[in-house]
């Protein structure tokens, strides 16, 4: 039992590794990409789009870190302390990834896209 409990606390750790990661390497690729864009007539639009591809790799690491926190607190930890400091981390970074969404799509995620008229 004993085992098991430091593979689950190992496999939190490893979750959050990859949520740091993939905001990294998203922060890397977008960063690439928007110097290869920089040439572009509209920086407004290459900068809107490098913001997209730094919010979508914000969120998608916020989802790594969120499930490494439920791993180590259901898993290793089981005190209403532990349980307590998870229910703030999660409420946290959901609304860190709500505001995200908002700011990239322009929408909340839970309301469809508004078609524009032409």
């Given amino acids: 039992m004993h085992t098991l409990k430091e593979l689950f606390g190992q496999s939190a750790v490893i979750m ?5 990661f993939t905001i990294l390497a998203g922060f890397a690729l977008a960063t690439v990409w928007v110097f290869t864009q920089w040439h572009a007539a509209d920086k407004s639009a290459v900068y809107g789009e490098y ?4 919010g979508k790799a ?7 870190l969120i499930a ?15 349980v ?3 229910g703030v981390i999660v409420l946290i970074r959901a609304f860190l ?22």
């Fill in 84 to 86: 307590a400091v998870l």
């Fill in 97 to 118: 990834s709500f505001t995200l969404e908002y700011g990239i799509e322009g929408h909340w995620p839970w309301k469809p896209a508004a078609r524009h008229r032409k």
């Fill in 51 to 54: 913001r997209r591809k730094l």
């Fill in 16 to 20: 959050e590794a990859v949520g740091v």
């Fill in 68 to 82: 490494g926190d439920i791993i180590r607190t259901v898993a290793v930890s089981h005190s209403f302390e532990s």
């Fill in 58 to 64: 914000i969120i998608l690491g916020l989802e790594f």
